[in-house]
Each structure stands twice: as C-alpha cells, then as structure tokens.
C-alpha cells in the first residue's frame, strides 16, 4: 500500500464466520474476495462434509494457489509468445524499409 491509500475496515463472512478486514482496498472488492474464499470452502464441504473449517480453509487456499500459479504461468507463455511475434514484426518492417 502507498502512503496516499487510506486504510479501511471492512466487515466479511466466510464459512460462518464474521472477520473484520483492514486494507487498502475497496469494501466491495474485499465482500468479492471473502464470497470467493466462502464459495470455494463451501464447495470443498460437500465432498468432505466431516472436515473442520481450518483444514477447508488449507484445501480452500491451495486451490486458489494452484489456480494462481497456473495463470501465471499462461501469461508467462502468452507473453513471451507475444514478445516473439513483436520482434519477429520489427525485424520484418524493418527489412521492409531497407528494400525501399
């Protein structure tokens, strides 16, 4: 968080369970996030209905690890495949300029 960020307190459920949440954030976008965390917890409940909330939370996190580290890794790859492409197009153009 920069220095002209105002840190707010936003109030969330997840799984049952209230939390107040401080950042830089917008209360919406934090609601967003805690309904995303409670979905997938919720989710990962009906396979394992005997399973303890901190241990849904774990589950819950490594998913959204996993899900994060594979995006990544995506637009990694599309990047570099652009910066090819773009460079592959610069030395065309430029080819093109020299044969006029």
Do not use: C, K, W
Request: proline share 2%.
């Amino acid at each position: 968080m920069g220095d002209h960020e105002e840190v707010t307190s936003t109030q969330v459920e997840i799984f049952g369970a209230t939390y107040v949440i401080r950042g830089g954030q917008e209360p919406e976008y934090l609601t967003e996030l805690a309904a995303e965390v409670d979905r997938r917890m919720r989710e990962l409940a009906e396979h394992l209905p005997n399973a303890e909330a901190g241990r849904l939370a774990i589950l819950a996190a490594l998913n959204l690890a996993d899900e994060l580290s594979r995006n990544r890794r995506h637009y990694e790859g599309e990047r570099g495949e652009i910066e090819a492409r773009v460079t592959e197009l610069a030395e065309s153009l430029a080819a093109a300029l020299e044969e006029e």
